[in-house]
């Protein structure tokens, strides 16, 4: 029963979705431009852009992480090799916890920012 659980463990497939949608948000955010938002100062909106981009990739490059050290850890599992699960998973923990906080420290920044110069990101517009 442990190694039916930890063989379909969901880090990569969980990840694989995140990184899908992360990718396709990186792609909105360097399609804009200030036409998109008129009567926004363009130094804001450009330092705007680069933390909201900053951000984006910072969880997009932890979740590429997680997906490597999942798939890594299946590989170890299925060789019979269970004794290193704990250390992938005390690694995904730490990966996923200083990725996560970056990403967070600058999407707040991103969007301290952008309320303040009175930008909406593309899904909160209408």
């Not at 906080?101 to 990101?121: N, P």
Request: some cysteine; glycine content about 8%; hydrophobic content about 50%.
């Amino acid at each position: 029963m442990k190694n039916y659980w930890i063989q379909n463990f969901g880090i990569p497939y969980i990840a694989i979705v995140i990184i899908i949608r992360l990718a396709r948000s990186h792609q909105i955010l360097r399609r804009l431009t200030i036409s998109d938002y008129p009567g926004v100062d363009p130094a804001e909106f450009s330092k705007w852009r680069q933390l909201a981009i900053q951000a984006n990739d910072a969880f997009l490059w932890t979740c590429c992480a997680l997906l490597l050290i999942g798939i890594v850890m299946l590989i170890y599992v299925s060789l019979g090799n269970i004794d290193i699960h704990g250390i992938l998973l005390i690694v995904c923990m730490f990966v996923g916890f200083i990725g996560g906080a970056v990403g967070t420290v600058k999407k707040s920044k991103a969007d301290k920012l952008g309320f303040t110069a009175g930008i909406k990101r593309p899904h909160e517009r209408c």
